[in-house]
Antibody, heavy 122, light 108 residues
Framework: EMQLVESGGGLVQPGRSLRLSCAASGFTFDDYAMHWVRQAPGKGLEWVSRISWNSAGIDYADSVKGRFTISRDNAKNSLYLQMNSLRPEDTAFYYC???????????????WGHGTLVTVSS | SSELTQDPAVSVALGQTVRITCQGDSLRRFYASWYQQKPGQAPVLVIYGKSNRPSGIPDRFSGSSSGNKASLTITGAQAEDAADYYCNSRDSNGNRLVFGGGTKLTVL
């Protein structure tokens, strides 16, 4: 069974850092790009970042570019998100999601973790 | 533009057909994917590509697109279909994903 499990969320003060992890199982992790998507409480979904299967291709939303860093360790079937200079507006559930993997005109994610809550507050 | 626009709320009578739409320039180049999210749960992919349904998704869910608009159709809506629905696709540059603002579906 395919599974994505996020960890590392919590309460952090503005300006501080936090590192999220996502443990993947049930599929060939290094065959797929992976994404982070966030959702502020009561709000809609916001795509955060994407990393290609071999880490050669990385993209960020403008709202986190320069502050967040996505990475992966295929040997450990793990995805990470290093979040620096956190702001109150970064408060959200952060979901790890697997890319559909078909490429071309197809875009999206087919499996999601349950999310980890990051709260940025003094 | 990298934005996708959805109606905030839609309602449908039990057993009737409802269409949820998503509009944006990038949909002229890329297919939309559609997600269902119920309170307290992670989103679930219901439609991707031309009109593909992942395993386990009922065949009352279908997708279509024309020009800069994509649609999710539920034929014979059930009470359990009440949820928030989000579209997403690539942005105009093709490297990043973008989500619509979501549509809250009420089944009456």
């Amino acid at each position: 069974e395919m599974q994505l499990v996020e960890s590392g969320g919590g309460l952090v003060q503005p300006g501080r850092s936090l590192r999220l992890s996502c443990a993947a199982s049930g599929f060939t992790f290094d065959d797929y790009a992976m994404h982070w998507v966030r959702q502020a409480p009561g709000k809609g979904l916001e795509w955060v970042s994407r990393i290609s299967w071999n880490s050669a291709g990385i993209d960020y939303a403008d709202s986190v570019k320069g502050r967040f860093t996505i990475s992966r360790d295929n040997a450990k079937n793990s995805l990470y998100l290093q979040m620096n200079s956190l702001r109150p507006e970064d408060t959200a559930f952060y979901y790890c999601a697997k890319d559909i993997g078909e490429g071309g005109a197809v875009a999206g994610t087919d499996y999601w973790g349950h999310g980890t809550l990051v709260t940025v507050s003094s | 533009s990298s934005e996708l626009t959805q109606d905030p709320a839609v309602s449908v009578a039990l057993g009737q057909t409802v269409r949820i739409t998503c509009q944006g320039d990038s949909l002229r180049r890329f297919y939309a994917s559609w997600y269902q999210q119920k309170p307290g749960q992670a989103p679930v992919l219901v439609i991707y590509g031309k009109s593909n349904r992942p395993s386990g998704i009922p065949d009352r869910f279908s997708g279509s697109s024309s020009g800069n608009k994509a649609s999710l159709t539920i034929t014979g809506a059930q009470a359990e279909d009440a949820a928030d629905y989000y579209c997403n696709s690539r942005d105009s540059n093709g490297n990043r994903l973008v989500f619509g603002g979501g549509t809250k579906l009420t089944v009456l």
